[in-house]
């Protein structure tokens, strides 16, 4: 899976921010405070559709939207030479979607995690405990049974 490009609206302290991913490895940098964690939160709900913050998904909504702005994330991105655009709304409640190659694919946000799941060929479970896994968390695999981590480690690699 290739990151392309992802766009978010009144996420966290985000009121309206775009960036493309080139092709290589892509550093997020910033001070203490400036959101690389909430970017990468942003990603993985995205993918994974779990609210990546404790509480509800209105948590997430920017402090200084007002009631009547959209809140919402999207994520483009590649695999196997097919184009995803996943999108996923926290205000208003609207349907998550998913297209490929510019084709509506899925429709509501458990449709389209099983979606994106089948496509990437990984449990949502695998990709947000150890592909996305926030700086606080890095090590918090290691509470899960032995069993469970070896499942995920072998179905990881």
Known sequence: ??????????????????????????A?????????????????WLLTGENPNAGVKDA????LCDVSERAFGELTFSHHGRRYV??????????ASLTVDGEALASGDQAVTAA???AIDLDPKVLSRF????????????EAAP???????????
């Open 60 to 63: 997430n909504i920017n402090q």
């Open 131 to 142: 592909v996305l896994v926030g700086q606080a968390d890095i090590y918090g695999f290691l």
């Open 86 to 95: 996943v999108r996923r709304h926290l205000r208003p409640a609207t349907k």
């Open 28 to 44: 997020i940098t910033g001070p203490n405070g400036s959101g690389k964690s909430n970017l990468l939160s942003a990603i993985s």
């Open 1 to 26: 899976m290739h990151l392309e490009g992802l766009h978010v609206r009144n996420w966290c302290q985000f009121r309206d921010f775009a960036c493309q991913f080139s092709g290589g490895m892509t």
């Open 116 to 118: 994106i799941s089948a």
């Open 147 to 157: 069993g469970e981590v070896a499942k995920f480690f072998q179905r990881l690699f």
